[in-house]
T-cell receptor, first 117, second 116 residues
């Protein structure tokens, strides 16, 4: 139980384009989803938190207009990197917590490697 | 404010020997403590957690951790290491004072290398 998927696992795009990453909770309802960014050999940096049906809460220093987050249902959240640039290249990981998986525990997706050329 | 310290960047241990990965924390309120493992180019896998109850917590793959309130520590342990345990381990903390969702603060990670 408590499985979280992410799609795509890897994406390469040109500078200036937008990229959408999906995060799904497969066997539980995710009342809250989190988006993290991880740089090579570093820890996870929380970007934003989203609750189903409401606006995301962004961490300080994260551009809301650049990293658009939508949490339209209890099983799906999306992160859209708009007008991507090479400095946005990173490993993006989502996590989810909810009634089925335990509200006190975050379960993580496998991550998405974004490379912006 | 919450914080987590993992003092060792890397831990080396021979297969079959016991392993310990250290973690200390600082929170206001009661701590909620977690251990996650990350394999290369993968997300984090949940290993175990301490919320309340017994100080010794048993988790996946034979791992366990002991909550020590006086030392504010939550070290990860395993009696007999396997080569397949080699990975990056993260300790994370949240607080009982967090309202709504549980925001985790992660340590910097400890790379565990188990040699055959």
């Amino acid at each position: 139980g408590a499985v979280v998927s992410q799609h795509p696992s890897r994406v390469i795009c040109k500078s200036g384009t937008s990229v959408k990453i999906e995060c799904r909770s497969l066997d539980f309802q995710a009342t809250t989803m989190f988006w993290y960014r991880q740089f090579p050999k570093q820890s996870l940096m929380l970007m934003a938190t989203s609750n189903e049906g409401s606006k995301a809460t962004y961490e300080q220093g994260v551009e809301k207009d650049k990293f658009l987050i939508n949490h339209a249902s209890l099983t799906l959240s999306t992160l859209t990197v708009t007008s991507a640039h090479p400095e946005d290249s990173s490993f993006y990981i989502c996590s989810a917590s909810g009634t089925g998986g335990g509200a006190d525990t975050q379960y993580f997706g496998p991550g998405t490697r974004l490379t912006v050329l | 404010a919450q914080s987590v310290a993992q003092p060792e960047d890397q831990v080396n241990v021979a297969e079959g020997n016991p392993l310990t990965v250290k973690c200390t924390y600082s929170v206001s309120g009661n701590p909620y403590l977690f251990w996650y493992v990350q394999y290369p180019n993968r997300g984090l896998q949940f290993l175990l957690k301490y919320i309340t109850g017994d100080n010794l917590v048993k988790g996946s793959y034979g791992f366990e951790a002991e909550f020590n309130k006086s030392q504010t520590s939550f070290h990860l342990k395993k009696p007999s290491a396997l080569v397949s345990d080699s990975a990056l381990y993260f300790c994370a903390v949240s607080s009982s004072l967090n309202t709504g969702f549980q925001k985790l603060v992660f340590g910097t990670g400890t790379r565990l290398l188990v040699s055959p």
